[in-house]
């Protein structure tokens, strides 16, 4: 039988140290239920003594989850470990995480201290932290660049006074995997009493070498991961937590498992993006908008025959509801036929060589390939067209905001108005009036492709309904034009039957 894998998640405490990442404590709140939700074992909810709003976040988590360990981070002095106990009082289930460098870097430059001292001070911590505390994590700081030998004696010295996890973090990302999991035999095999504590990871991501770095523990013998959701964290990021667990999930020769519902995994990556503003860069791993999407015609082709011959995981065991397969200059027939069977067209022979010659033509001016493009494409086999085209839209404010939108859908002109809090909600409310198909808008970015206040707005938006998503892109010097054509592009995404017109 395979070993438990712990899994410490550290998004509420390191990964909030990113900056401009803050979150308040009602959000802090709602990160930690869906990490509850989601299956960690452990949520570091804060640093207590670095300011009140840390100590209320531990506090008010500890009341809002009942089954993860709370865990409330400490240097190795009395008053934050006081502190920190404090914060605790509420959990159902406490642990102090206190701890010292352990580098020569940290004891000579930054602790200006002497490797005798450092033991003792770790020692000592440790201990005061058992008067409030059963379960106490120690973290050896800077431990990838640590003396081999020294690290050892520390751990074996905090293990005898009373530690239960031991944590070897790569504190600067400067290992590579083996080192990084030498480290960790070297523990297993030359510290005497190692069995008596659990051996966690920490590692960073300066060279990008987090996640290999965390799994290469774990094949050494660590039975704790500490992780953040998308990776975030300090400088480069932290030990993105969906992708070590995916890689264990898929790699059955590493004999552990972990309690995490892998199905809410992108659920959480979403509202820690939202809550966070942090962004998920398009290429991350499992969690990236095109994780799951293929534009090449050999891998279309391929993933349409058969999934896995380019997937190694399935979507939907990730929570993503299906693979994408994107239309662009390298899209074969495979690809172009099964977005036309979507429309409702069903081509076969001359006809869908012809079409497909067309699109090639077309695709070879254009970036993406849209729905408006197919239809164009394919006008003249279908019998009507329900696409949706932003004809005008308005507004003004006179005390309030209201905006009045015109809608062409098929040979039909629509209108309609609405009030909102700006003329970008104003103006969506109004499309949502003509346009009925009950999504959430999920993700919602605007970013400057140059400079200047007369710059070209590029909006991104992600819309979700039924719990499948849909994209749309548009870029205008307006920045209220290029959202709703952006809300428009996404609504022509989804079928047809799933929308209706007011």
């Known amino acids: 039988m395979s070993d438990k894998l712990w899994i410490f998640d550290t998004t509420l405490r390191d990964g909030e140290q990113v900056p401009g990442c803050q979150l308040n404590t009602q959000e802090k709140i709602v990160v930690a239920k869906a990490l509850e939700d989601l299956g960690v074992d452990i949520i570091e909810a804060g640093f ?29 002095v009395e008053k934050d470990i006081e502190v920190a106990a404090q914060a605790l009082k509420f959990a159902k289930k406490g642990r102090i995480h206190t701890g010292i460098g352990v580098s020569p870097y940290h004891i000579q430059y930054k602790l200006r201290s002497t490797p005798e001292d450092i033991i003792a001070r770790g020692v000592a911590a440790v201990k005061f932290a058992k008067k409030f505390v059963e379960d106490v994590e120690f973290y050896a700081e800077d431990a990838g660049r640590s003396e081999p030998d020294f690290l050892c004696k520390i751990i074996e010295e905090v293990i005898k006074a009373g530690a239960t996890v031991v944590n070897i973090p790569d504190t600067t990302g400067y290992c590579l995997p083996e080192q990084y999991g030498a480290i960790i035999a070297s523990l297993k095999n030359n510290v005497p009493n190692i069995d008596k504590a659990i051996i966690a990871t920490h590692c960073h991501n300066d060279l990008g070498m987090a996640t290999a770095n965390t799994v290469a523990g774990v094949q050494n013998g660590a039975r704790q991961v500490e992780v953040t959701i998308n990776g975030i964290g300090e400088r480069a990021g932290n030990t993105s937590m969906e992708e070590v667990v995916m ?14 519902v892998t199905q809410k995994i992108y659920h959480t990556s979403r509202l820690v993006s939202k809550l966070m503003n942090m962004p998920v860069q398009p290429n991350k791993a499992i969690v990236g908008r095109n994780a799951f999407a293929h534009s090449s015609g050999i891998h279309q082709d391929g993933v349409l025959k058969h999934r896995e011959n380019y997937e190694i995981i399935d979507p939907k065991e990730v929570g993503v509801e299906e693979s994408s397969i994107v239309l662009t200059a390298r899209s074969g027939r495979a690809a172009l036929k099964h977005h036309l069977d979507a429309l409702g067209v069903e ?77 970008v909600d104003a103006v969506l409310k109004a499309i949502e009036k003509i346009v009925t198909p009950q999504v959430d808008l999920e993700e919602f970015l605007i970013q400057a492709i140059t400079h200047g206040s007369d710059d070209v707005a590029k909006v991104h938006m992600r819309l979700i309904k039924g719990d499948k998503p849909y994209y749309g892109f548009a870029s205008d010097q307006d920045i209220v034009m290029a959202s709703a054509q952006a ?14 017109t007011a």
Do not use: W
Not at 65 to 76: D, G, H, K, Q
Not at 247 to 260: E, L
């Open 347 to 423: 081509l076969e022979g001359d006809e869908l060589r012809e079409v497909y010659e067309a699109f090639l033509v077309l695709a070879d001016r254009k970036r993406d390939i849209g729905r408006k493009d197919l239809l164009e494409l394919v006008g003249k086999y279908m019998e009507e067209s329900n696409f949706i085209e932003l004809e005008k839209i308005s507004y003004s404010s006179n005390g309030s905001i209201n905006a009045n939108v015109t809608l062409k859908i098929g040979n039909q002109t629509h209108q309609a108005s609405s009030p909102g809090v700006g003329p």
């Open 48 to 76: 207590p003594i670095s300011s009140p709003g840390d100590f209320n976040s531990v506090v008010e988590i500890s009341k809002a989850v009942s089954n993860p360990i709370i865990c409330a981070l400490s240097r190795a």
């Open 247 to 260: 890689a264990i999930k898929c790699h059955q020769s590493i004999p552990v498992h972990t309690d995490i």
């Open 487 to 500: 809300f428009v592009d996404a609504l022509n995404k989804i079928p047809v039957k799933e929308y209706a």
